[in-house]
């Protein structure tokens, strides 16, 4: 299992930007901390998307991936590093042969029953959720909540040990701490950046929660 650095995750979306080109707003997360990220595109056309991945993977520094959401062939066109999949999208193993063994591959579980099907050992990260309510994504389950995240966790870690896992939906400067308290190792969020007047300080200040969030954690592990 190859280390993955999943504490401040940021997603855009060019339904939600409030203005902000994507390139940019990629940019100013990366400058203020953000640690992966995703392009999620629910209505663009592939060339589009290709187009888009490869303006933001162009802003972003080594050290911060590009994933994008659900599009094999778009990550492969635009030299991504990887694509992160739901669990109606393509399936894992036909994921990873086509990418083949270095893309990272995310995956979106939901339930308990979905934490335990999971082929664990095809992927590099897991996305929980949705830990709380949210506006920028269409759900037709309810929120799981940080007992939901812990629950899941728990199952994930005893199937395959420190396999990276972070929160996602709803999560915000305000909520972000419990979730690293009930197991994640990092968050996932949408409007907490891009619906910020300033992104960059926006993920300058989730990333300080959640480094704080996971010293505490680790303080209190005997």
């Not at 629910?42 to 933001?56: E, F, S």
């Not at 994504?137 to 994930?156: C, E, F, H, S, W």
């Amino acid at each position: 299992m190859r280390e993955l650095d999943l504490r401040l995750y940021a997603i855009i979306d060019p339904e939600h930007t409030r203005g902000h080109a994507l390139p940019e707003l990629a940019r100013a997360a990366a400058a203020g901390g953000a640690t992966l990220v995703q392009l999620r595109d629910k209505v663009g056309d592939t060339r589009a998307m290709v187009a888009q991945a490869r303006a933001v993977k162009a802003v972003l520094p080594a050290h911060v991936p590009l994933i994008v959401n659900d599009h094999v062939e778009v990550a492969i066109a635009a030299g991504a590093d990887g694509v992160h999949l739901g669990q109606e999208d393509m399936a894992v193993a036909q994921a990873r042969a086509r990418l083949g063994r270095e893309p990272l591959i995310g995956l979106s579980i939901k339930t308990p029953d979905q934490a335990r099907q999971a082929r664990l050992a095809l992927i590099d990260y897991v996305g929980i959720g949705g830990v709380y309510a949210t506006n920028s994504k269409i759900n037709t389950a309810p929120p799981i909540g940080v007992a939901g995240l812990r629950d899941i966790v728990r199952l994930l870690r005893e199937r395959a040990g420190m396999l990276p896992i972070c929160a996602i939906a709803g999560i915000d400067a305000g909520n972000a701490a419990a979730t690293i308290a009930a197991g994640a190792d990092g968050v996932a969020v949408i409007s907490a950046l891009s619906g910020a007047a300033d992104p960059r300080a926006a993920a300058v200040e989730l990333r300080a929660i959640v480094d704080a969030a996971r010293a505490s954690r680790a303080a209190r592990v005997p």
